[in-house]
């Protein structure tokens, strides 16, 4: 192992260990390059590293700090993991993507709050003005889309499947943002999809919503073929 791999390992040991916790201050460079047995340049280099996988805080002047540790958090280097894969042909991300929305729609059927599906109906009534308005707000439509999804993630209760589906979800964005801007009646359908969600949801029905929310995707999936590569689409989507 180099010396910023001995940095990045020692310091994982030491939180799996309970030594350091979340939102605690890690000691002083010159102790801490002491402890690890590295210099303080290999220790900035570890330090950087653990920056960028979201496991520390580097603050300037005031120290560093263990982050809060959250999956989400965690697993969004995992996010150029997906691109990668994603480059020239996104079926395989979609793919995936569906298998944990599903999923998350089958847990968040028995434990979606009162509230969150009041919230979940307010974005999708929002969502019916837009798409009878002429020209229609893709870029809000798009933003009422993420976070209805999102919505039923929180309410799986299983905080690595959020991760995951926001490492996976937020790469579809760009086709999906194609899709509504250029095929007729996408928007509406798309609504449909997520009012039969939504219904299955206030049912409180696991496997009823997690079939409407396999309909939706696959139906997504399926208009996505013919979507130009990156580049070609015109529509310059960023992740969420």
Known sequence: MSRTDEVVNGIKRMILEGTFKPGDRLPIEKDLAESLGVSRGSLREGMSALSILGIVNIRQGDGTYVTNLDA???????????????????RHIHTVRRLLECEAARLAATRITDEALAQAGELLDEAARIAGRSPQDHERIMEIDIAFHRIIAAHADNPVLIGLIEAFAGRTLRGRLWRSLH?????????????????????????????????????????????????????DAQPQ
């Open 183 to 235: 095929e007729e009646g996408a928007d509406r359908r798309t609504h449909d999809e997520h009012v039969a969600i939504l219904k299955a949801l206030r049912a409180r029905d696991p496997e009823r919503a997690r079939t409407r929310m396999a309909n939706h995707l696959i139906g997504v999936e399926e208009s996505l073929q013919g979507v130009p590569d990156e580049g070609e689409t015109g529509v």
């Open 72 to 90: 989400p958090q965690l697993l969004a280097p995992m996010g150029f993991v997906v691109d990668f894969q994603g480059q020239g042909d996104g």
